[in-house]
C-alpha cells in the first residue's frame, strides 16, 4: 500500500495541505486555501476526497469554538466542496446553526455527536442523528462509509467503534459497540477512522494523535453485521503503525486518515508552516516547493 501524507499547518496563518512521500521522504506538492482561512485559525478534518470528480468534502472549524459556552454559537464551522484541480470552492454549509441543545440554545454544528445529513449539493441539511451511547452522550470524531450503505463511527471520548445503517431516514441507536486495541490497551483517543476501497471494507485505519495510524483488520476478513459486531470477532488484527514523517514528529500530530484512489494518507495537526518562516520553522521547509514526483 504505496502511502502520501497530508500535513495541515495549524499554526500558520492560513491552511495549506504539503503532500509527504514516506518512500522518498520529502514533500512533493503544497496546496493552499489562502482564502478560505486566511483570517482565522481552523483545523481541517472530516476530509474525503471524490474519485470520479477529484473534489474535496472537509471541515474547517475555527479552534476554541468547542470551548464557547452553552448560549454562544462560533459561526465558524463550515462544511466545504473543494475543486482542488481549479483551486476552486464548489460549495459551503455553514452548520452554525444546525443543532439546538435541550434548552433551546443554539451550538456549533460539530458539538458532540450530532450527524448531519445533506443532499449532494449542501441543500436541505437535517439532523439525521443525535449520538448517544454506553456512558451517555457521544463526542463523535470520525465517520467512514462502508459499501453497503452503513457507517462506522469513533467514539472520541474512550476508542469505541459503533455501527449506524444510512439507509434508515433518521439515525437509531447503534446495535452494539467494539474496542478499537492495540495489542491489548484501548486506544482512547482515535480521531478518524478510513476503509479504504482497495481492500473492499476489509481493512481500517484508526487514527490516533499519540499512536499513530493503525492499520488494522476484522478477525475473519470480514466487516459485516454479523462478524464486526459480533464479540466472538471483536479482536482487530494489528498489522502495522504509520508513524509520522520525520521531519514533523516534533510539529504535529497525526489526525485524520484520508483515502486517495490506491493511496492513503493522514493528516498532520498543528504543524508549523515553513512556507510563512516563523520561528520554529522546520526543515521541511527546504522542499515545500518541490515539483510532484
Same mark, same amino acid.
Given at each position: 500500500m504505496k502511502l502520501s501524507t497530508f500535513i495541515t499547518p495549524m499554526l500558520a496563518a492560513a491552511t495549506a495541505l504539503g503532500v509527504y512521500e514516506p518512500y522518498g521522504g520529502h514533500v512533493v506538492h503544497v496546496i493552499e486555501f489562502p482564502d478560505l482561512t486566511a483570517k482565522?485559525? #481552523?483545523? $481541517?478534518? /472530516?476530509?474525503?476526497?471524490?474519485? #470520479?470528480?477529484?473534489?474535496?468534502?472537509?471541515?474547517?472549524?475555527?479552534? /476554541?469554538?468547542?470551548e464557547l459556552r452553552d448560549t454562544e454559537m462560533s459561526g465558524n464551522t463550515y462544511l466545504i466542496k473543494y475543486d482542488l484541480y481549479k483551486s476552486e470552492v464548489i460549495w459551503t454549509l455553514n452548520l452554525e446553526d444546525r443543532m439546538k441543545s435541550n434548552s433551546g440554545q443554539r451550538r456549533w454544528g460539530g458539538f458532540y455527536g450530532i450527524i448531519i445529513r445533506t443532499f449532494?449539493?449542501?441543500?436541505?441539511? !437535517?439532523?439525521?442523528? !443525535?449520538? @448517544?451511547?454506553?456512558?451517555? +452522550? $457521544? %463526542?463523535? @470524531?470520525?465517520?467512514?462509509? !462502508?459499501?453497503?450503505?452503513?457507517? +462506522? +463511527?469513533?467514539? /472520541? @471520548?474512550?476508542?469505541? =467503534?459503533? #455501527?449506524?445503517? !444510512?439507509?434508515?431516514?433518521?439515525?437509531?441507536?447503534?446495535?452494539?459497540?467494539?474496542?478499537?486495541?492495540?495489542?491489548?490497551?484501548? =486506544?482512547?483517543?482515535?480521531?478518524? =477512522?478510513?476503509?479504504?476501497? %482497495?481492500?473492499?471494507?476489509k481493512v481500517a485505519l484508526l487514527t490516533s494523535p499519540t499512536r499513530g495510524v493503525q492499520v488494522m483488520q476484522n478477525f475473519g476478513w470480514k466487516w459485516t453485521k454479523d462478524d464486526w459486531l459480533n464479540h466472538r470477532h471483536s479482536v482487530q488484527h494489528t498489522h502495522g503503525v504509520l508513524v509520522p514523517p520525520a521531519d514533523t514528529e516534533k510539529n504535529g500530530q497525526p489526525w485524520e486518515t484520508v483515502q486517495v484512489g490506491s493511496n492513503s494518507v493522514f493528516v498532520l495537526s498543528r504543524f508549523k508552516d515553513g512556507q510563512k518562516r516563523r520561528t520554529g520553522t522546520t526543515r521541511i521547509s527546504g522542499v515545500l516547493r518541490t515539483s510532484p514526483s
Open positions: 482565522e485559525d #481552523y483545523q $481541517v478534518s /472530516g476530509m474525503h476526497w471524490d474519485f #470520479y470528480t477529484g473534489y474535496w468534502i472537509f471541515l474547517a472549524t475555527r479552534r /476554541g469554538a468547542e449532494g449539493d449542501a441543500g436541505f441539511p !437535517m439532523i439525521w442523528w !443525535m449520538g @448517544s451511547g454506553p456512558a451517555g +452522550l $457521544v %463526542k463523535i @470524531s470520525g465517520l467512514a462509509n !462502508m459499501r453497503d450503505s452503513r457507517v +462506522l +463511527l469513533i467514539h /472520541g @471520548s474512550n476508542g469505541l =467503534i459503533g #455501527y449506524l445503517d !444510512m439507509l434508515r431516514d433518521f439515525g437509531a441507536e447503534p446495535a452494539d459497540w467494539l474496542e478499537s486495541s492495540y495489542g491489548n490497551v484501548r =486506544i482512547r483517543d482515535v480521531q478518524s =477512522i478510513t476503509l479504504p476501497p %482497495k481492500y473492499a471494507d
